[in-house]
């Protein structure tokens, strides 16, 4: 067999294991009650976005989780700040070893789980206690269970240190939620003591993630944008170019150069759209419509002759209106 030949064959292996990888997703979603948007296509930053109440997951499902690159982490980012979203990736392996069942894994601070860890999380309401760093396992240790368990058997802290193998520092540490136990160590203290000191690990939360402000210099339709008043915020993969933001709303907008064949694109665009509650635009050079898909269309010799942000509001409420 060629080479040539041997990565077709795995490249189409992969394929056909994501999408299987994909559809168990989704069916761990939907029995959870979570409103889902369309799929986009592979190279997007996102699969999906799903809705549950107030609760919004931005989706990536790969086989690797390692092939998360830095550029879709920070879209992801930008993306779920701006619709107070929680990014998720699922996989079934790193670049080292096959994932673990119900340990939470990192990839450039997005919380990385298998689909039986989010099934556990979102169908049986059982949290994860175990996060993966560097290759080995670690528990956030419960500090005030461990001082009143210390204290109700009148243990000092030297006495601990000495029977868990470890400083007397460091079980100053633990009761202090200063510093992590590895998974040996965690398991030493809960049997030593008898009772549970494992926190459970909350994946949906808010995190923090330095990333630059793209420059949207040499697009003149979102320079345009910027110049009546708008925060842009430039995205290269996803369904969407920008996210455009207002006083009071953020607009998926998506740039093109005419509107031949793009219903299917639209389609995505307004199932996005209505997951996140928010309204998306096109802005197209050439045209003639004024709705695709029931996603309002803006030309940009109409942009192009607006003074503030308040016009395009208008405009694209009123198109909205339209179908």
Not at 72 to 93: D, T
Not at 253 to 259: I, K, P
């Amino acid at each position: 067999m060629s080479i040539t030949l041997y990565i077709t064959i795995k490249k189409f292996y992969n394929m056909q294991s994501r999408a299987k990888l994909v559809e168990r997703v989704l069916d761990i979603l939907k029995r959870s009650d979570f409103a889902i948007s369309m799929a986009c296509h592979g190279k997007s930053c996102f699969d999906f976005l799903a809705r549950r109440s107030m609760l919004l997951l931005l989706i990536k499902v790969l086989i690797n989780i390692d092939t998360l690159t830095y550029e879709q982490a920070q879209e992801m980012f930008i993306i779920s700040r701006n619709f107070s979203a929680y990014p998720l990736i699922v996989g079934i392996k790193t670049k080292q070893a096959d994932m673990e069942e119900d340990v939470v894994y990192e990839r450039f601070k997005i919380f990385a789980v298998t689909p039986e860890t989010l099934e556990n999380i979102l169908v049986y309401n059982i949290l994860p206690l175990i996060f993966s760093y560097r290759g080995g396992y670690y528990v956030r240790i419960d500090g005030e269970a461990l001082k009143k368990a210390r204290e109700e058997r009148n243990l000092s802290l030297g006495d601990v240190a000495e029977r868990i193998g470890v400083s007397r520092k460091t079980i100053y540490e633990y009761e202090h939620g200063n510093m992590c136990a590895t998974l040996n160590t965690a398991i030493k203290l809960e049997e030593l003591f008898e009772v549970s000191l494992a926190k459970p690990i909350e994946i949906f939360m808010s995190r923090d993630f330095e990333f630059s402000h793209s420059t949207v210099s040499k697009n003149s339709e979102l320079k345009k944008l910027e110049n009546i008043g708008f925060e842009v915020f430039p995205v290269k993969k996803a369904p969407f170019n920008a996210l455009t933001k207002g006083e009071d709303e953020v607009l998926l907008t998506r740039v093109q150069l005419s509107s031949h064949r793009l219903e299917a694109k639209a389609k995505i665009l307004r199932s996005i759209s209505h997951t996140v509650n928010t309204q998306a635009f096109f802005i197209i050079r050439k045209t003639k419509q004024r709705c695709i898909e029931g996603i309002p269309v803006v030309k940009k010799s109409e942009l192009e002759e607006m003074q503030d942000a308040r016009e395009l509001i208008e405009l694209i409420r009123e198109r909205a209106n339209f179908i």
